[in-house]
């Protein structure tokens, strides 16, 4: 079953660091996301990327954040400076058209010390 | 903000009873999503529903979606312990998904 990996699985970083998360959504898929959840809360939408352009951001996703997608494969979420409230969990999404699901990856474990 | 109402959030029942979990919305949602999460990964798609009032079922599980396409309920027949898990309701429009906050599942040997 295809599936969508990110990397790496937890990362540990200093207040006001850049960091980088990874994603290779499934290859014939056209829509990618990046949800986050912190703990005990729910899954929160960030943005939703197609044809090369973001289409939809949340008021989460501040001049802080970017996304790329710098090859045919991967989808990055950048975070420039990052603040203690950034520590969650990292989905990253993809699907064929959005009426017919979202597969998520298992998540990067984001911890900002 | 496009707020989705699960209830109940924790449900503990015996194995091989019926529930039934409700995901309610002010908001129209253009397909109505159900997850099922597991502790420290992502969420797994259960089933997406589209028109309003349809039904699918998915062997013992049967998810609906209301006429007016802003809530849908999720039931389960003859739960088993494989059964127990976080389930997520989500409504889709404009290229994002709004999630619930979760209906917690147990079901007891």
């Known amino acids: 079953e295809p599936e969508v990996t990110q990397t790496p699985s937890h990362q540990v970083t200093q207040m006001g660091q850049e960091v980088i998360l990874r994603c290779v959504p499934i290859?014939?898929?056209?829509?990618f996301y990046w949800y986050r959840q912190i703990l005990g809360q729910k899954v929160e939408f960030l943005v939703s990327?197609?044809?090369?352009?973001?289409?939809?951001k949340s008021e989460i996703f501040d001049d802080q954040f970017s996304v790329e997608r710098p090859d045919g494969s991967n989808f990055t979420l950048k975070i420039r400076s990052t603040k203690l409230e950034d520590s969650a969990m990292y989905f990253c999404?993809?699907?064929?058209?959005?009426?017919?699901?979202?597969?998520f990856g298992s998540g990067t474990r984001l911890t900002v010390v | 903000t496009q707020l989705l109402e699960q209830s109940p959030q924790f449900l503990s029942i015996q194995e091989g009873e019926n529930l039934t979990v409700y995901c309610n919305s002010s908001?129209?949602?253009?397909?109505l999503q159900w997850y099922r999460q597991e502790p420290g990964e992502g969420p797994v798609l259960l089933v997406t529903?589209?028109?309003?009032?349809e039904v699918k079922k998915l062997k013992r599980l049967t998810f609906q979606f209301g006429d007016a396409r802003k809530d849908s309920s999720l039931h389960i027949t003859a739960a088993q312990t494989g059964d127990t898990g976080l389930y997520l309701c989500?409504?889709?429009?404009?290229?994002?998904?709004?999630f619930g906050a979760g209906t917690t599942v147990t079901v007891r040997a």
């Open positions: 529903v589209v028109t309003g009032g």
């Open positions: 990327f197609y044809n090369n352009e973001i289409s939809e």
């Open positions: 999404a993809s699907s064929i058209r959005a009426a017919y699901g979202y597969t």
């Open positions: 908001s129209v949602f253009s397909s």
């Open positions: 290859s014939n898929h056209l829509y």
């Open positions: 989500a409504g889709d429009n404009d290229y994002k998904l709004s």
